[in-house]
């Protein structure tokens, strides 16, 4: 399950916000809150685009996503 707070913790302390994120990840809004919620899975693609995106490295990366 997603740590959707810890990702949203890194999101805020980026300066960006949920919709730049979900752009980035080429989803909608409403598509990053159902990931976000676990209504739907983040692909493997989408994980490493925000890593990337946001700057994170992969222990915070594991935290948010295989804790």
Do not use: W
């Amino acid at each position: 399950m997603v740590d959707a707070n810890l990702l949203k913790y890194y999101v805020m302390e980026s300066g960006k916000s949920l919709a730049d994120v979900a752009a980035a990840i080429g989803v909608t809004p409403a598509t990053l809150h159902r990931k976000m919620s676990g209504r739907s899975d983040f692909y493997r693609k989408e994980m490493q685009d925000i890593a990337s995106y946001l700057g994170l490295d992969r222990d915070t990366i594991d935290r948010i996503f295989f804790n």
